[in-house]
T-cell receptor, first 112, second 114 residues
Framework: AQTIHQWPVAEIKAVGSPLSLGCTIK??????LYWYWQATGGTLQQLFY??????VESVVQLNLSASRPKDDQFILSTEKLLLSHSGFYLC???????????FGEGSKLTVL | GDSVIQMQGQVTLSENDFLFINCTYS??????LFWYVQYSGEGPQLLLQ?????NKGSSRGFEATYDKGTTSFHLQKTSVQEIDSAVYYC?????????????FGKGTKLSVKS
């Protein structure tokens, strides 16, 4: 069975500080990987997707970047956090045949 | 562009009540439609997928259908329980491309009282 693990579970960071969130998927080779963002009480918005190692496509510009250093790993980062970056960050993988998305447990980010 | 509209922001029911949540969608392609459920503090979980108009999908007592004529799809459950309290999202994927980008509705927060 596939498992998806996100870290850290929660972070409280200062405006202007750097951020790195990670995601690892096990049990699935060459998955499509995604980052979604969810404002508190809000809907889900796709940020990035990657279909292979080293390739990442940006969907919206939010002063964030993503990288895929390994087949099973997806990283979300920024050099300088903004207040608007607060929210819930979700990593997901998809089945290529159906497009079904499977989400991790999420990382809650609070920027003060 | 693609859009999904989910009007009901909050629904409060008693146990054994009937649940009905409706979404409408807009796309130029051939959509695949989904329902996701998100419990507090967790990531969303896939609840149902509906790919063929007028065909029902079902899971955990929930049913979903979509009407191509009215470009709407809905989620229903005959008898809700307290454990069903969560946020329910409808979502749509357009047919093409390697990006399984889902367009999500705004979510319906269901509260079930015992």
């Amino acid at each position: 069975a596939q498992t998806i693990h996100q870290w850290p579970v929660a972070e409280i960071k200062a405006v202007g500080s750097p951020l790195s969130l990670g995601c690892t998927i096990k049990g699935k080779s060459s998955p499509n990987l995604y980052w979604y963002w969810q404002a508190t009480g809000g809907t889900l918005q796709q940020l990035f997707y990657s279909i292979t190692v080293g390739q990442v496509e940006s969907v919206v510009q939010l002063n964030l970047s993503a990288s895929r250093p390994k087949d099973d790993q997806f990283i979300l980062s920024t050099e300088k956090l903004l207040l608007s970056h607060s929210g819930f960050y979700l990593c997901a993988w998809s089945r290529r045949d159906t497009g079904q998305l499977y989400f991790g447990e999420g990382s809650k980010l609070t920027v003060l | 562009g693609d859009s999904v509209i989910q009007m009901q922001g909050q629904v409060t029911l008693s146990e054994n009540d009937f649940l009905f949540i409706n979404c409408t969608y807009s796309t130029t392609g051939y959509p695949t439609l989904f329902w996701y459920v998100q419990y507090s503090g967790e990531g969303p979980q896939l609840l149902l997928q509906v790919t063929t108009a007028n065909n029902k999908g079902s899971s955990r007592g929930f049913e979903a259908t979509y009407d191509k004529g009215t470009t709407s799809f809905h989620l229903q459950k005959t008898s809700v329980q307290e454990i069903d309290s969560a946020v329910y999202y409808c979502a749509m994927r357009d047919s093409g491309g390697s990006n399984a980008k889902l367009t999500f509705g705004k979510g319906t927060k269901l509260s079930v009282k015992s």
